[in-house]
């Protein structure tokens, strides 16, 4: 069975540092577009940040533009996310994804068809 594994979430003061990883099990997805996308209470899952396969290109939703920094390591078939300069507002449940059907990155969630199971994030004032 094929999963998508998050870690290193939890919990930072505002102005604080997180870096996520995302290992998969069961393939590999080091030629596919993959992502990262976050779902706070009571709202709708939104887009953070996405990365082509081979990293060379990267894009950001814009609230995270300047803070947040996409990588992905193809020899350890590892997704990044570092978070840096955190806000009450970053707190959420961060999901990795991949898009096995793109190479470039993706920005709709609807693209993406492998999800992992989520990394609470929670930055208190």
């Known amino acids: 069975q094929v999963q998508l594994v998050e870690s290193g979430g939890g919990l930072v003061h505002t102005g604080g540092s997180l870096r996520l990883s995302c290992a998969p099990s069961?393939?590999?997805?080091?030629?596919?577009?993959m992502g990262w996308f976050r779902q706070a209470p009571g709202k709708e899952r939104e887009f953070v940040a996405g990365?082509?396969?081979?990293?060379?290109?990267?894009y950001y939703a814009n609230s995270v533009k300047g803070r947040f920094s996409i990588s992905r390591d193809n020899t350890k078939n590892t997704l990044y996310l570092q978070m840096n300069s955190l806000k009450p507002e970053d707190t959420a449940v961060y999901y990795c994804?991949?898009?096995?059907?793109?190479?470039?990155?993706?920005?709709?969630?609807?693209?993406?068809?492998?999800w992992g199971q989520g990394t609470q994030v929670t930055v208190s004032s």
């Open positions: 994804a991949a898009a096995t059907a793109y190479r470039g990155y993706r920005t709709d969630g609807d693209e993406y068809d492998y």
């Open positions: 069961g393939r590999t997805f080091t030629n596919y577009a």
């Open positions: 990365i082509s396969w081979s990293g060379g290109t990267t």
